[in-house]
């Protein structure tokens, strides 16, 4: 765990919060020209990973993605844009939100793809876990974020214990 407790001061969710834009080119789609579903998922992986990195100041690996629905299908040209932030630290594991967006920019029209929370936990050079600074949301949004991020580790909890019965 981090030795220096000075780095474990609380910061606001605004310092995170991470933007990253993809135009979708040929290699990125299916025979149908649109956006392959994996790739997306990468770049919310990304996206989501910058967040987390930005907040912890460390590395980090991802131990989780939640449900995620592909409300639209995004084109050969279009531009996704990708925006995440911290929603809540819990100990060394920390919940960011992605939201995705496809911006036609020859119509100017911007229509919501997808949105996923994703865990990520801070390591050390050696994979070893690292304690994460507490994360302050100050607006209402960020607030309700923050609330909600609770529920949804413990649905996450219940269900990777769920999961794990059926292992034995």
Do not use: C
Not at 23 to 38: E, H, S, T, Y
Not at 107 to 118: D, I, T
């Amino acid at each position: 765990m981090n030795d220096d407790k000075t780095e474990l001061i609380p910061r606001p969710v605004r310092e995170s919060i991470s933007e990253m834009a993809e135009i979708v080119m040929p290699n990125d789609a299916n025979p149908l020209n649109a956006l392959v579903g994996g790739r997306l998922m990468h770049w919310i992986d990304l996206a989501g990973a910058l967040a987390a990195h930005r907040h912890s100041r460390q590395r980090v690996v991802t131990a989780s993605i939640d449900h995620m629905d592909f409300l639209v299908p995004v084109r050969v040209g279009d531009l996704v844009i990708l925006r995440s932030s911290v929603n809540r630290v819990f100990h060394t594991s920390m919940e960011t939100g992605v939201k995705v967006w496809v911006e036609n920019y020859r119509s100017g029209q911007n229509r919501h793809v997808s949105s996923a929370y994703l865990t990520f936990v801070a390591i050390d050079e050696a994979g070893n876990k690292l304690a994460v600074p507490q994360v302050i949301p100050e607006t209402e949004d960020e607030k309700r974020r923050f609330e909600d991020a609770a529920r949804r580790r413990e649905i996450r909890r219940a269900e990777w214990a769920r999961r794990k019965e059926g292992w034995s």
